[in-house]
């Protein structure tokens, strides 16, 4: 008899599943293009930037947070930015916006 939980755990994708699915359908490409975006943003919203520059420096974090934006990186990346509260693990975006 099959157990029911492997048989979920077979039939329900994983948080690290969906994310690399996510990104390849997407296909979104490796620079920014918020600061095109963020001079139309109003008082009082908050913007959500998501990346997966794996090269993200400290004057890209720094320029994010000037700008009072958050940004989401995978998990690996975010590893390297601790200290930046502004700078979030992507597996924490659904968490963050409430979904």
Do not use: C
Request: hydrophobic share 35%.
């Amino acid at each position: 008899m099959n157990n029911p939980i492997e048989q979920v755990k077979r039939e329900i994708p994983s948080v690290d599943e969906i994310i690399n699915a996510t990104w390849q359908k997407l296909n979104f490409k490796k620079e920014f293009m918020w600061k095109q975006e963020v001079p139309s943003a109003g008082p009082n919203q908050r913007i959500y930037l998501i990346t997966i520059d794996e090269e993200l420096s400290e004057n890209k974090v720094k320029e994010i947070m000037e700008r009072g934006l958050i940004v989401f990186v995978r998990d690996e990346i975010k590893k390297r930015f601790k200290d930046n509260d502004w700078v979030r693990k992507l597996s924490d975006l659904p968490k963050e916006v409430k979904i």
